[in-house]
């Protein structure tokens, strides 16, 4: 199975260029709004690409001006590198030059431009991929399967016909054409792994029975812990306290200038993380944790429970003074924020009251982003202008690109008349 | 009220408006009141507000939406208005149309109390400093119809903690729909503060949430307004177009069943849930219809998990998809529609008319003014809109908006206008949607309580 995969490189503005890089920065914006920048596309493994500023006059104060350059993509980060590196050198020579470090002009090729790239590289502490394993090149072809089958659906022909019998003619008409020869190859399923989970609960109980007070112990611990980091930490804390209706205008302005131009958008955060080890050491643990369940459990297009996201990351960045956080997601600014607090705030609450200025909190898991007014301006105010975005479906939704998996998968199986009901469901 | 004039009013005099309004502060029509004849209401733009001398820092604590209004260039993608609807075009409220401060509603129990209430105030006009910059009638036409032909108004949420009755999925808290109380969230929702202290802020109550400001908003709400051109020949030649019969002729009872799988509910009001082939009041002439037209007990996500009975794609399961929210359990797709309610109070304009299959051509221009009320506009009004309406990828749906409100007029090259009614063996795809209604106008209002009214006409005095 081929990966997808996060790339981010963090590279400081070189002085004096940062206008100049805003100015190219926008004109790309203006040519891939008008189909005249066809880089991203040419690469052929890109899901999303975004181009950004870590501006030192931002909400955040990073230490430095930097761009910041981030792909999701699919295959190995060498082979990736490569292709930037090659296939896109121009606009990586445009763009990195004006940053601290990058090969003069007659020092430039492949070798020198795929090493600046590779220095410029800042981990993921934690991605997550809505459709696991879809490569670009599968979600396009899954696409027009569907809006192929589709088109057969529209037919008056089906009417008294059972589900199997509308199901086998479709496969029939379907294999006849042999741009869909790719049908008969299968591709893995993505189910829970709730394996790991039997396994982690089996472990604890034999722990129970062989040593019961390791297990004590490490109750005892985490127990201890949020009780420390509720006297010691959050009871000092310092919330944001604004309402959306406090944040600066211009600030908004600038982000919804970018904002439901698709049916998908952008979402980039840079938020100073809280100072000292206690934050650090939690903050690393909830990362583990949440690496853990994308990775057994979040395999179905929801992240705790939230059914639009395509793409996110978390990674740290300024020398872990800040936390990066972006995702590409489905529908409007309001329905995403609304979801994190609806379905999934006790998590988020764990994560970003690590950062600066958070709702209050309690116990790490509690308050936070339960507080919808303020959480909803402290969103605001940490989100930074995304200054150019790619997509490379912007049509379909996450739960597109399932849904056209599962027709894939269904289509070539033979179905009882249940099962042929549910995939005809599908269009 | 039957009939009903509102009068968009601009301010050419602060002071004299100010003196006029805390004059008719004692005939505003409070919640406590029940008037045989008429009433009055009354509601501010944000410019309004600004022109009656709120200081802009105090402004600042109006929500953004508010502020803004209803025609920023991200607002219009939001809300959809583009081709015909865009806000250049408007008549009023549009970004070529006057400013409009102040919406004075006047109601009576027909038309001529109404008309005459309006011939007392309109002297009273000029010497206000406020200048008429059109009048917006309006009437509830029997049977509570709109001018498609369908029964308008029937799900509403209850206030919680009001004293009325209501199923208990519609009981919503007040913090959704009046700002000073909690909402859905059990928090307070954001409330325009008066932080920089101006007027006579001794009329007005301390903020709920405890901040020590007085608060303008409590017990006040925001208001939405939207002039919505219907355009009912073209939506019954859609319907009869796309259902006719083998011959060409119109087949009456398939037009108003495909009509019905757009709206969500037959034109008597009857839900498609709970007779999903045909009009209940059709179907049983001898009973008494008042059993089947205002029927709000339903929900979907065990009577109808697959839409074969109501469309996902429906207007109504969209606007309200009551315990069917994406594909959350029954119990937790309530909890999160309550997040996104709205109260409506639409009203007609033009000929009294109910379109049908049959009777499809009303006289000159016809339509509804869209009202509803929220305490946060975001949140509730433009998720709606937006989210709900205007996005195609509604629950698991490819390209599919709500046909009723929220169709393009001319999509994109290449983007599909579908509408999909489930059906077995394989559902039945209605393609190149059209749109059938215009925005005209529209304006996002702060409606006051009658407290903060008189403190709004206290800044110039």
Sequence with gaps: ?427 | MQYSRYLLLHITDAKAAGAFIQKQSDAITSVTDYPEQRCLNIAFTADGIRALGLTEANMQNFTREFREGMTTPHRQRLLGDFDSSAPDKWEWGGINNDEVHILLMLFGNNKDTTLAYYDEIRPQLNAAGLKELRQLDGQTLPGNKEHFGYRDGISQPVIKGSGRKGLLQNQINAGEFIMGYQNEYDVYPDTPLVTQPQGNINLLPEDAAGTGHKDLGRNGTYMVIRQLQQDVTAFWTFMNGQSKNADGTVNEKESRKLAAKMMGRWPSGAPLVKWPEEDPVLLFPNEDPAKFIDDDDFLYHDNDPDGLKCPFGSHLRRTNPRDSFEDNDAKESLRLTRRHRIIRRARLYGEPYAGSPTNLTPEGEVGLLFTCFNADISRQFEFIQYTWANYPKFKQLYNDPDPIIGVREQPAPGTEQNFTIPQEPVSRHITGLQRFITVKGGAYFFFPSITATRYLATLMA
């Design chain 1, 1 to 427: 199975m081929i990966k997808q995969q996060p790339l981010t490189l963090v590279s400081p503005v070189r002085s004096g260029c940062l206008t100049q890089l805003s100015d190219l920065l926008r004109a790309i914006r203006t040519n891939l709004e008008h189909n005249q920048f066809p880089v991203f596309e040419a690469i052929g493994t890109i899901h999303y690409a975004r181009l950004l500023l870590l501006n030192s006059s931002s909400h955040a104060k990073p230490s430095k001006d930097s761009l910041v350059f981030s792909t999701d993509y699919d295959g190995s980060e060498d082979d990736h590198l490569t292709d930037l590196a090659t296939k896109m050198s121009g606009v990586i020579d445009d763009l990195f030059s004006l940053c601290e470090g990058y090969p003069a002009e007659g020092e430039r090729n492949t070798a020198s431009r795929r090493a600046f790239l590779a220095k410029s590289r800042v981990k993921s502490d934690a991605f997550y991929v809505g459709a696991p394993g879809r490569t670009l090149k599968q979600i396009r072809e899954e696409s027009r399967l569907r809006d192929f089958i589709w088109t057969q659906m529209k037919e008056p022909v089906w009417a008294g016909k059972t589900a199997t019998e509308v199901h086998r003619t479709v496969r029939e008409r379907v294999l006849a054409k042999p741009e869909f020869e790719w049908v008969k190859n299968e591709v893995p399923g993505h189910e829970i792994k709730w394996v790991y989970f039997v396994v982690l609960a089996l472990a604890a109980i034999a722990l129970g029975f062989l040593n019961y007070w390791i297990l004590i112990s490490i109750i005892l611990i985490v127990v201890g812990w949020l009780v420390m980091l509720h006297f010691f930490y959050e009871l000092k804390d310092k919330p944001l306290g604004l309402t959306p209706s406090r944040i600066s205008e211009a600030h908004i302005r600038a982000l919804e200038e970018y904002e439901d131009l698709h049916n998908q958008n952008q979402f980039s955060q840079l938020i100073p993380m809280k100072p000292g080890k206690v934050r650090t050491i939690t903050v690393n643990a909830l990362m583990l944790y949440a690496r853990f369940r994308i990775h057994v459990e979040f395999v179905k297009g929801k992240l705790m429970g939230i059914p639009t996201i395509h793409f996110a990351r978390w990674l740290k960045v300024d020398g872990g003074r800040q936390m990066l956080f972006f995702s590409n997601f489905d529908g409007s600014w309001q329905q995403y924020l609304g979801d994190f607090i609806d379905k999934s705030g006790w998590g988020l609450t764990a994560i970003f009251s690590n950062t600066e200025n958070f709702p209050v909190t309690r116990y790490l898991f509690w308050g936070g982003a339960y507080d919808e007014e303020h959480f909803l301006a402290w969103s605001r105010y940490y989100q930074i202008p995304t200054a150019v975005w790619y997509c490379a479906y912007p049509e379909l939704s996450i739960k597109n690109v399932n849904n056209n998996t599962c027709i894939r998968q269904e289509l070539v199986k033979d179905l009882t008349e249940a099962q042929a009901q549910v995939f005809l469901k599908r269009f």
